[in-house]
């Protein structure tokens, strides 16, 4: 059974370009949370998709940008980086609904360097 | 707002004795908590898990937590450390609502010595 899988692991970009990291989440699992986790702190929510549509959202600003495809899967994009912006994302996937909604389970996170 | 308060960065302990990691919540609705550990270059790893069922919860690894509501608290700990154990840990806060927005608290880090 795969876990949750996350691409690339390592990425090195430029202030202000744009990036895009992918998470395929666990079999059976049709939710996906995004996180970002700066050296030394916990994990911060950025948003959640649920059914193709973002259905919750944390304090982040809109160049943070999601999409969930059919196939559950989703998609991170960050616009315009900044230096700030450099950190571990972490994607984690649930079920919706039922006795197990409640537990996610976590990808092993995508390293952003912003330079 | 919900909210978790790790209250201690660093634990350091012997191998063989007890863990106590603690943890404050506050929560305007009926709290799910969690723990989470974290080992270097590695995911997160759900230790276990209060959703309002037995308030001593047992999870993996021989941890378990208690909750305490007239305390607000959700303290997890270990008879014995393991070497294996030395990670970083996260107490976390979800609604109890259909959202599962995880709050994170900052993490202690445990530190096992010989």
């Known amino acids: 059974d795969a876990g949750v899988t996350q691409s690339p692991t390592h990425l090195i970009k430029t202030r202000g370009q744009q990036v895009t990291l992918r998470c395929s989440p666990k079999?059976?699992?049709?939710?996906v949370s995004w996180y970002q986790q700066a050296l030394g702190q916990g994990p911060q929510f950025i948003f959640q998709?649920?059914?193709?549509?973002?259905?919750q959202r944390g304090n982040f600003p809109d160049r943070f940008s999601g999409h969930q495809f059919p196939n559950y899967s989703s998609e991170l994009n960050v616009n315009a980086l900044l230096l700030g912006d450099s950190a571990l994302y972490l994607c984690?996937?649930?079920?919706?609904?039922?006795?197990?909604?409640?537990?996610?389970?976590f990808g092993p996170g995508t390293r952003l360097t912003v330079t | 707002a919900q909210s978790v308060t790790q209250l201690d960065s660093h634990v350091s302990v012997s191998e063989g004795t007890p863990v106590l990691l603690r943890c404050n919540y506050s929560?305007?609705?009926?709290?799910?908590l969690f723990w989470y550990v974290q080992h270097p270059n590695k995911g997160l790893q759900l230790l276990l898990k209060?959703?309002?069922?037995?308030?001593l919860v047992k999870g993996i690894n021989g941890f378990e937590a208690e909750f305490k509501k007239s305390e607000t608290s959700f303290h997890l700990t270990k008879p014995s450390a393991h070497m294996s154990d030395a990670a970083e840990y996260f107490c976390?806060?979800?609604?109890?609502?259909?959202?599962?927005?995880?709050?994170f608290g900052t993490g202690t880090r445990l530190l096992v010595s010989p």
């Open positions: 976390v806060v979800s609604m109890n609502t259909g959202f599962q927005k995880l709050v």
């Open positions: 984690a996937s649930s079920l919706a609904a039922g006795e197990k909604s409640y537990e996610q389970y």
């Open positions: 079999s059976g699992h049709d939710t």
């Open positions: 929560s305007s609705y009926s709290p799910s």
């Open positions: 209060y959703t309002s069922a037995a308030t």
């Open positions: 998709y649920y059914e193709e549509e973002e259905r």
